[in-house]
């Protein structure tokens, strides 16, 4: 059998739907790191609350309730759910552009090309106003008199009068962090991935049109995620910040990152790794396993 046959193009429809899945179930597992992270890069350093993030979401579901914790977990579910459909859309179709047309192999490089591209597709059309929204939400629930929850309305009106509140402007106000992040994410992690995968499989020999078995699958895309959150940790936090209730206050994204690493210290900027890093081991090796299995049930 030649080369050129061993590698087949995934359809972008069942990638769309198989990354929307992953996505969607995903948000649902690991939405308490996700709360601790964004609640913790908002934390004022003379805040005497705990920095540890199982004793902040401990601390929180105790006083607040449980549902304290998953404040913004609806849209975060639903931005998650466009994200991760959009992701592997955009990586599988610059894939199929970028392979080599002898062989159909991608190189480490052209992977992280189209992880790239990926991110910031998809930090356009989906994470940027909804990540805007969950962050708004989080921030607001620590203030003493929030206003978008606790106050008779339904979760779909507090929800459409803060997008009201911040308007066109305010949810795209992170835009350039949030594409920064995603992009960066997206080149380090699916690059990362496909690299790795693709190794395994020469070495093993398995045919590389076949998924990894499920047990690889989750420690490919885990190992992935733990290298993605130390190196895009300080583009995350000021995503965060620039996307806070308190935004106004930075003059850009550039005026966010001086007067964090000038008020604050350098070690700010990787503030909330340890829930971001315990939430993407669990996300990369939920998300890749699920996307696989899903492709091969779509067939």
Request: glycine share 10%.
């Amino acid at each position: 059998m030649s080369a050129k046959v061993q590698k087949q193009d995934i359809d972008p429809r069942k990638s769309f739907i198989a990354g929307a899945l992953a996505g969607a179930i995903e948000a649902s597992i690991t939405y308490p790191f996700e709360f601790a992270k964004t609640r913790l890069q908002l934390i004022d350093k003379t805040s005497k609350a705990s920095r540890n993030p199982l004793v902040l979401i401990y601390n929180t579901a105790k006083t607040q309730g449980i549902n304290s914790i998953y404040v913004g977990c609806p849209a975060f579910i639903v931005g998650n759910t466009a994200k991760a459909g959009i992701r592997f859309l955009g990586f599988d179709a610059i894939k199929n552009l970028l392979r080599d047309k002898e062989t159909g192999e991608l190189s480490g490089t052209r992977g992280v090309i189209a992880g790239l591209g990926a991110g910031l597709l998809e930090s356009v059309v989906a994470v940027t106003p909804f990540e805007a929204i969950k962050t708004a939400l989080i921030d607001d629930k620590q203030s003493a008199k929030p206003r978008y929850q606790n106050n008779g309305r339904s979760m779909l009106r507090n929800y459409g009068r803060l997008v009201k509140d911040e308007g066109f402007m305010g949810l795209y106000r992170g835009v350039l962090p949030v594409s920064m992040r995603q992009a960066a994410n997206q080149a380090v992690r699916l690059g990362c991935y496909n690299k790795i995968k693709t190794t395994i499989q020469d070495y093993t020999g398995a045919p590389k049109d076949k998924p990894l078995s499920a047990g690889l699958t989750f420690l490919v895309g885990a190992f992935s995620g733990i290298v993605t959150v130390y190196s895009t940790m300080p583009i995350d936090t000021v995503k965060t910040r620039m996307q806070s209730l308190d935004a106004t206050k930075y003059s850009s994204t550039v005026n966010c990152f001086a007067t964090i690493f000038k008020e604050e210290g350098l070690k700010t900027f990787w503030k909330g790794a340890t829930p971001r890093l315990g939430r993407l081991i669990l996300s990369g090796g939920i998300v890749f396993t699920i996307y696989e299995k899903t492709l091969v049930v779509l067939g």
